[in-house]
Every structure is written in structure tokens, then in C-alpha cells.
């Protein structure tokens, strides 16, 4: 059966063996945004190094919601003890380092990450809002993540480096699902054919009477003329080929056409609507 690959319950989703480990946070509001921006992707462990305020209220009121992962959220003195159990261990950083460090990119380190379920737990290390992670604190850190934002702009409060790494882990984890779920979660909708649109695509013989019908509307008031068509039509007929519309849009036009002509006080039009 399917891992549970929603946003709900903790400790029951398939990215269970990640956690979120926040080193020394100074505002507890970024806390619950950091609660929610988990919560919104579908993980639930948040591991707390010397924060300097929490639990708190600002906390729970920038969560929106996510009260279930501050409430078994775990507060620990030092890093070594948030680490002691994890098997690897990634830290996000934003700046080159003297010595070399093996670095990857959100998109590559989701790959690392949900790949390494069955064999530990990983901890995922984000540093204070003023200066991040210390040289100290990355070297406890088998890889190091690096956001490529822009480079003349390139902050990031932390709760938006969370959901950055958090959404990159979720669109990985549900890239490899097979399950009904992940399938309608991921499955575009763009137009008539795709599954959950509301109508069946118009069929060739319904926009052929459409072209017929919109010609003659054109004509009816003088905008067209058959003896000297240029590429009037064949543009238009591109246009709503292109446009892919549904068996009721194309009724619609009809409709809006056929208005158009009792107005010009034209004779009936030549094809009757079909009623959807």
C-alpha cells in the first residue's frame, strides 16, 4: 500500500525520517512559520536548539494551524545533542567557505534526502535569522545546501528557506508515488480532455459548424466578405483551434453569434446550437 503523502498527522507521512532542526532562532514567530511552511509539505519533526523564546504565542499564532508540530516539537541545549541520532546530516549555507565543503542544490539534496528513508534518520540544520550557521556548525554537516537565489538580492528569511527546501523534498517524494493520490496532485489541467475538466472537448464535426456559423455572422454584418476572404478565417479558425475549447464554450459562442445576428436583423442562422 502507498505511504500516507499528505499533509496531515504527524509522525504517519512518508517523509517521517526528516527533521527540520532550527539552531538558536531569535524571533519565535519565524518558529511557527516554519511550523507551517512543514505542515503545508507534509512534515512533522521540528527539533528546537536554545531557542530564545519558546513556546510562545507569536509562535502559535504565525503557525495557522500547525499547533501539532509545535506541540511535539523538541527542545535540546546544543547541537550535538539534536544530531545524536540522525545518520545524515545537511546545513543549509549561503556563502562560500575557505575550505571546501561538499555542496548541492535544494532540488538535488530532495533526491539524497527521500532516497535515504530506510537507512536513518536525517536532520535538515537551518542557523539564526542574523548570520546562520557558524563554521563550527557546518562542519558537523555531511553536505551543505545552497539556495541559488538571486545573487544582488539574495536573503531569505528563514521560514522561506524551509519551505524552499520542504517543497523541493515534497515534489520528489510524490515524483516517485505511483498512488492515486500523488497522480491527481501532480496531473496538470490545462483543457477539455484532461481528467477533472467539466466538459468533453468539442468535437471536429461542433467546430466545424462553428466556422460555418461564425463566417456567416461576419458576413451578416458586413466585417466579411466571401468574395474577398483574405485570411480572415483561416486566422480565426487557428485561434480557436488553439484555444481548445470545450463542447460548452463552443455553444456559447454559438449563442453570442446567434444574438449578434437577431440584432443585425439578419436571416436565421444557418445551424441551430446544440443545447449541452
Not at 472537448?201 to 476572404?229: C, I, K, M, T
Not at 455553444?251 to 439578419?266: D, M, P, S, V, Y
Amino acid at each position: 500500500m502507498s505511504e500516507d503523502i499528505g499533509a496531515g498527522a504527524p509522525g504517519s507521512g512518508a517523509l517521517d525520517h526528516v527533521h527540520i532542526v532550527l539552531v538558536e532562532t531569535t524571533h519565535s514567530g519565524n518558529i511557527g512559520a516554519v511550523a507551517r511552511a512543514m505542515k503545508n509539505m507534509g512534515l512533522a519533526n521540528l527539533t528546537l536548539v536554545r531557542p530564545q523564546s519558546f513556546p510562545d504565542e507569536a509562535a502559535y499564532a504565525r503557525s495557522s494551524g500547525a499547533t501539532d508540530v509545535l506541540d511535539r516539537a523538541r527542545v535540546v541545549d546544543s547541537l550535538d545533542e539534536a544530531l545524536a541520532e540522525s545518520s545524515l546530516v545537511l546545513g543549509t549555507s549561503a556563502r562560500g567557505r575557505k575550505v571546501p565543503w561538499p555542496v548541492v542544490n535544494p532540488r538535488d539534496a530532495a533526491g539524497m534526502v527521500t532516497g535515504y528513508r530506510e537507512q536513518g534518520t536525517v536532520a535538515l540544520v537551518f542557523g539564526r535569522e542574523s548570520n546562520g550557521l557558524s563554521n563550527d556548525e557546518l562542519q558537523r554537516c555531511h553536505y551543505h545546501i545552497h539556495i541559488p537565489s538571486n545573487p544582488e538580492y539574495s536573503s531569505l528569511n528563514l521560514a522561506m528557506a524551509v519551505q524552499v527546501i520542504c517543497y523541493e523534498l515534497r515534489m520528489h517524494h510524490l515524483m516517485g508515488e505511483t498512488s492515486d493520490v500523488a497522480r491527481q496532485l501532480l496531473q496538470p489541467l490545462m483543457r477539455p480532455g484532461d481528467e477533472g475538466w467539466d466538459r468533453p472537448p468539442a468535437s471536429v464535426g461542433e467546430l466545424e459548424g462553428f466556422y460555418d456559423h461564425l463566417e456567416q455572422a461576419l458576413v451578416d454584418v458586413d466585417f466579411h466578405s466571401r468574395d474577398n476572404p483574405r485570411q480572415l478565417m483561416t486566422r480565426l479558425r487557428r485561434l480557436f483551434q488553439r484555444a481548445h475549447p470545450d463542447r460548452m464554450e463552443v455553444n456559447i459562442l454559438r449563442g453570442a453569434l446567434t444574438a449578434i445576428q437577431k440584432t443585425a436583423g439578419t436571416a436565421e442562422p444557418a445551424r441551430k446550437q446544440e443545447q449541452d
